[in-house]
């Protein structure tokens, strides 16, 4: 039986542990976690700088076992890190972006009308 829409092979917990700034940071129901585009593009964003920052500590841990301690080379390729990150984004086609953020914001404003209708419904009964 999958709970709170798991799938029911396999435990996903340890990607609900990588939403929890996120969630405290912004409220469920909240204008900018609901509004279609604004809600899409912060949960992008904070995807985007979440998976870089864990790069980036990716790369500071091999660089430290491979004995390069000097801060500033440390510092130099986190640096480059994100930079890579953004060239790689800037490189996407503006037409794949567009479409894929207007995906993910159409399910945003289903959302938001689903929850809207909850309620009232639950003031309803």
Same mark, same amino acid.
């Given at each position: ?6 799938p ?15 969630r405290?940071i912004?409220k469920h129901r ?16 904070? *995807?985007v ?12 841990i091999? *660089? ?6 000097t801060? @500033?080379n ?16 800037l @490189? ?24 809207v ?6 003031k @309803?009964?």
């Amino acid at each position: 039986m999958a709970l709170r829409g798991r799938p029911e092979n396999g435990d996903f917990s340890h990607c609900d542990k990588a939403w929890l700034p996120y969630r405290g940071i912004m409220k469920h129901r909240s204008i900018f976690s609901h509004l279609p585009f604004v809600g899409t593009l912060i949960r992008t964003s904070y *995807l985007v700088i979440s998976i870089t920052l864990i790069v980036c500590l990716i790369t500071y841990i091999m *660089l430290f076992v491979l004995g390069i301690k000097t801060h @500033q080379n440390i510092f130099l390729v986190m640096k480059n890190s994100f930079v890579m990150t953004f060239k790689v984004i800037l @490189q996407i086609k503006r037409d794949y972006i567009i479409s894929a953020i207007l995906g993910m914001s159409a399910g945003d404003l289903i959302h938001y009308i689903l929850d809207v209708f909850a309620s009232y419904l639950k003031k @309803q009964s």
